[in-house]
């Protein structure tokens, strides 16, 4: 029995509607039909655009940790940890201890459903003083939804999930300056083989490779800077079908920011941090309420088979709306923590991305505890906008980690 992609949809927004726009972008480019749709919302009253950018494994733009998730969302600059593969590789090589591992679990959007999670392990170890590895594996599953036929008869139950896992070398160019690179494998199976509208679908898999910069430098012995610039998901398209026309972007990313740290004294510390992220894919055209396109694209077919290498240098100048809407692209994460005597940490964190593109806009808040070679932190997160029903409302991380220093440094 064939399905169509709208009636497929809709079963998996019965299950959740919001888990959907985290995987919706991966699930429509099964057919010609609904890609060439679009993924734009034209507000005919206010003549404004959300035009949305889609891509395929969205749990690689998802915070892992709860220190980052109490930050709003800032890490590429931040205190090199287990989790720098996902903010920055490069802070591996200045990374304080021998070794650590961490872990975060995650109840994602559970005020819509309460089988969502989302998990990820990570860590790193010190190879010399100028060098180091680190590994780390992330899962999301969407929880067990039962697919029905168009006249309603049950056809059985799956379980869509998605996983990545990499590995990174890191490596200081100088005192004070490192480079890291890391090579990723995704997989995301959100049909488990189900036909719909006569075609079959499959789990998709793909490569990516990042590459990140960290600077740090002393300003003196109470102060600190830090600068970091990564780029990340750079690597091969996403097939979710034997249509190799209809493949997904991975999430590219370029993220820079900085740090600045001072030490009031012996026993207090505060950090301050800011990050901008711009997406490396490139914009869709706009479908206009006369049903032409406007944008560098000519249709959505010609945005499919754009490469992924070309659209990420297209991604800085192919907006529709121009540099205002480029502009609109970016994402600002700020944040402050505040340390004492080592031990303990209380931070705060502000997230924000254009309504045109998403509208996530949230406030964060996070403490974390050190004890002997364990490490313990939490987060929340509480949007600024739409709260009522904003599915991301009382999102908790937990974070525990396990530090291992070196013998002879102590």
């Given at each position: 029995?064939?399905?169509?992609?709208?009636?497929?949809?809709?079963?998996?927004?019965?299950?959740?509607?919001?888990?959907?726009?985290?995987?919706?972008?991966?699930?429509?480019?099964?057919?010609?039909?609904?890609?060439?749709?679009?993924?734009?919302?034209?507000?005919?009253?206010?003549?404004?655009?959300?035009?949305?950018?889609?891509?395929?494994?969205?749990?690689?733009?998802?915070?892992?940790?709860?220190?980052?998730?109490?930050?709003?969302?800032?890490?590429?600059?931040?205190?090199?940890?287990?989790?720098?593969?996902?903010?920055?590789?490069?802070?591996?090589?200045?990374?304080?201890?021998?070794?650590?591992?961490?872990?975060?679990?995650?109840?994602?959007?559970?005020?819509?459903?309460?089988?969502?999670?989302?998990?990820?392990?990570?860590?790193?170890?010190?190879?010399?003083?100028?060098?180091?590895?680190?590994?780390?594996?992330?899962?999301?599953?969407?929880?067990?939804?039962?697919?029905?036929?168009?006249?309603?008869?049950?056809?059985?139950?799956?379980?869509?999930?998605?996983?990545?896992?990499?590995?990174?070398?890191?490596?200081?160019?100088?005192?004070?300056?490192?480079?890291?690179?890391?090579?990723?494998?995704?997989?995301?199976?959100?049909?488990?083989?189900?036909?719909?509208?006569?075609?079959?679908?499959?789990?998709?898999?793909?490569l990516a490779a990042d590459v990140g910069l960290y600077y740090q430098q002393d300003i003196?012995?109470?102060?600190?800077?830090?600068?970091?610039?990564?780029?990340?998901?750079?690597?091969?398209?996403?097939?979710?079908?034997?249509?190799?026309?209809?493949?997904?972007?991975?999430?590219?990313?370029?993220?820079?920011?900085?740090?600045?740290?001072?030490?009031?004294?012996?026993?207090?510390?505060?950090?301050?941090?800011?990050?901008?992220?711009?997406?490396?894919?490139?914009?869709?055209?706009?479908?206009?309420?006369?049903?032409?396109?406007?944008?560098?694209?000519?249709?959505?077919?010609?945005?499919?088979?754009?490469?992924?290498?070309?659209?990420?240098?297209?991604?800085?100048?192919?907006?529709?709306?121009?540099?205002?809407?480029?502009?609109?692209?970016?994402?600002?994460?700020?944040?402050?923590?505040?340390?004492?005597?080592?031990?303990?940490?209380?931070?705060?964190?502000?997230?924000?991305?254009?309504?045109?593109?998403?509208?996530?806009?949230?406030?964060?808040?996070?403490?974390?505890?050190?004890?002997?070679?364990?490490?313990?932190?939490?987060?929340?997160?509480?949007?600024?906008?739409?709260?009522?029903?904003?599915?991301?409302?009382?999102?908790?991380?937990?974070?525990?980690?396990?530090?291992?220093?070196?013998?002879?440094?102590?």
């Amino acid at each position: 029995m064939a399905f169509s992609i709208s009636h497929f949809i809709k079963n998996l927004m019965k299950k959740n509607q919001t888990a959907l726009l985290f995987l919706v972008a991966a699930v429509i480019c099964l057919t010609g039909k609904a890609a060439a749709q679009g993924y734009t919302d034209y507000d005919v009253s206010t003549g404004r655009t959300n035009n949305y950018i889609p891509t395929g494994i969205p749990i690689l733009q998802i915070a892992p940790d709860a220190i980052s998730g109490a930050l709003g969302d800032v890490g590429v600059a931040t205190t090199p940890d287990a989790y720098s593969s996902h903010w920055n590789n490069a802070k591996f090589a200045f990374a304080p201890e021998e070794m650590s591992i961490s872990t975060t679990y995650t109840p994602w959007l559970r005020k819509l459903d309460k089988e969502m999670n989302f998990l990820y392990l990570g860590g790193y170890k010190r190879i010399n003083n100028r060098s180091a590895v680190g590994a780390s594996l992330t899962y999301f599953t969407l929880g067990r939804i039962q697919h029905t036929g168009i006249s309603g008869e049950e056809l059985g139950e799956f379980n869509p999930n998605e996983f990545a896992a990499d590995v990174t070398y890191a490596m200081k160019l100088s005192d004070n300056l490192s480079l890291g690179a890391t090579g990723r494998f995704v997989h995301s199976d959100l049909t488990q083989g189900l036909s719909i509208e006569d075609q079959t679908t499959k789990a998709a898999n793909g490569l990516a490779a990042d590459v990140g910069l960290y600077y740090q430098q002393d300003i003196d012995k109470n102060q600190q800077i830090a600068l970091g610039l990564h780029i990340s998901n750079l690597g091969s398209k996403l097939s979710y079908s034997d249509d190799d026309t209809e493949n997904e972007f991975l999430p590219a990313n370029l993220r820079i920011g900085g740090r600045y740290t001072y030490e009031v004294d012996d026993y207090n510390k505060v950090n301050f941090m800011l990050d901008l992220n711009k997406m490396l894919v490139p914009t869709p055209p706009i479908l206009t309420p006369d049903s032409t396109y406007s944008g560098h694209y000519a249709n959505m077919t010609d945005y499919r088979q754009t490469s992924s290498i070309m659209g990420a240098f297209q991604s800085f100048y192919d907006a529709p709306g121009g540099m205002r809407e480029e502009l609109h692209e970016v994402t600002v994460g700020a944040g402050a923590e505040y340390w004492y005597a080592n031990t303990f940490a209380a931070r705060i964190g502000y997230f924000y991305e254009h309504k045109t593109k998403g509208a996530r806009q949230y406030l964060t808040l996070g403490v974390g505890v050190k004890y002997n070679i364990m490490v313990f932190d939490f987060s929340y997160l509480v949007p600024t906008r739409n709260f009522s029903n904003n599915p991301l409302a009382n999102t908790l991380r937990v974070s525990i980690g396990l530090n291992f220093d070196n013998k002879k440094k102590k």
